[in-house]
């Protein structure tokens, strides 16, 4: 195969890992390692999968008309400013293949999501990857890595895998001064856990270097359906619905998001399970002599005293049908990433680290 390459940048690109399902020879895992929410599906989107399924021979809509919609009259949005893609992932691909490309750079910062750095190799962009201040996104670092090349400011907000966020100032101060053609980027996959925070929403609203992208995987418990959105100014969504196939999503997906939309008692009842149960989690954890940083979304990052010690707790908990998630390829080689699940599965995580802190191995 010689003389037949990849793209430049191709070749740079770590796969990406998903969370592990499965333990070789255990049944019934506990699986807290891919921040779904553990009460999903919604049942109104289970209904509307059934009906839908007669429809399976038609092509699916092309412009997403009824659910951007659904998602523009429930978040109070402009219909015309949403865009869908599979999975929010898909929303960021857009925004990598519209905006960057050779000779450009995209900016993240050190404890961000795996993507962002493989979009920006992708397109043959120079990834950025920028220091956070004791695993909190940093504005004054960000700022200070710009140049006239930056094209793309990815910052997840709350951010994964710390949990952690900034407040909507310090992001007005970010998109304020960046430099004209870069573009923020707001993902907020786990937005909807943060009780009175829209995303970022009325930000993209008043300003026009601003996109916030949203997700179905999380709160909405979709993560199997692939449907994610983003909202961003006119001239913007001109732009990635240009690079949209226009077949991008399934009419089951379709129709599985519009119906997720709307169960509120569904989304309410998630939204506040994890909240009260998170706040468990981390307590539980913590009299372990397990500390997390205050989590504001559907995890906690618990830390563990060396890389040795959290890859013998993963293992541990490996052993007793528990799945969580190392984040060494996110810098933090000595902690976990423990998704919230349901209060069985939150009492059992920390007893089980419990006992492993006494000494089971
Ligand atoms: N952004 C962040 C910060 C995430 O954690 C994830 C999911 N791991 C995504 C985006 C992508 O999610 P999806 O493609 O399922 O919408």
Do not use: C, P
């Given at each position: 195969m010689a003389g037949i390459e990849p793209q430049p940048g191709i070749m740079e690109i770590a796969l990406y890992v998903g969370g592990k399902s499965t333990v070789d020879g255990v049944s019934n895992v506990i699986k807290l390692s891919s921040n779904e929410n553990p009460w999903g599906p919604p049942p109104m989107a289970q209904k509307a999968v059934r009906r839908v399924v007669h429809e399976m021979h038609r092509y699916p809509s092309t412009d997403h008309a009824e659910l951007r919609a659904a998602i523009a009259e429930v978040n109070g949005l402009d219909a015309a400013r949403i865009v869908c893609g599979v999975g929010s992932d898909e929303v960021l691909q857009f925004l990598a293949q519209a905006y960057a490309g050779p000779g450009d750079e995209v900016i993240y910062t050190e404890h961000g999501f795996a993507m962002y750095k493989i979009l920006a190799h992708a397109v043959g962009a120079t990834p950025i990857e920028v220091a956070e201040t004791e695993r909190v996104v940093s504005v004054d670092n960000i700022l200070a890595a710009c140049t006239e090349r930056t094209k793309l400011v990815f910052i997840a907000n709350p951010n994964n895998p710390t949990g952690t966020m900034i407040g909507l100032a310090e992001i007005e101060r970010l998109a304020m001064n960046l430099p004209p053609q870069a573009i923020l980027v707001l993902d907020g996959a786990y937005a909807e856990y943060v009780e009175g925070y829209d995303g970022g929403a009325r930000l993209v609203d008043s300003r026009d270097n601003v996109v916030m992208t949203r997700t179905f995987s999380k709160l909405y418990g979709l993560g199997g359906m692939r449907v994610g959105w983003g909202y961003a100014p006119q001239a913007i969504i001109d732009v990635l619905n240009r690079v949209r196939q226009p077949f991008n999503l399934s009419n089951i997906a379709l129709k599985a998001a519009e119906a997720a939309v709307r169960d509120t008692a569904f989304v309410q009842k998630s939204r506040e399970e994890n909240s009260r149960l998170r706040a468990w989690l981390a307590e539980a954890l913590a009299e372990h002599g397990v500390p997390s940083d205050a989590?504001?979304?559907?995890?906690v990052l618990a830390r563990f005293g060396s890389a040795d010690e959290a890859a013998a707790c993963d293992a541990y908990l490996q052993s007793q049908g528990i799945i969580v998630r190392r984040v060494s390829g996110y810098g933090l080689p000595a902690a976990l990433r423990i998704t919230v699940g349901d209060e069985a599965s939150c009492r059992r995580v920390a007893h089980c680290i419990g006992l492993f802190k006494a000494g089971a191995r």
């Open positions: 989590s504001t979304a559907n995890f």
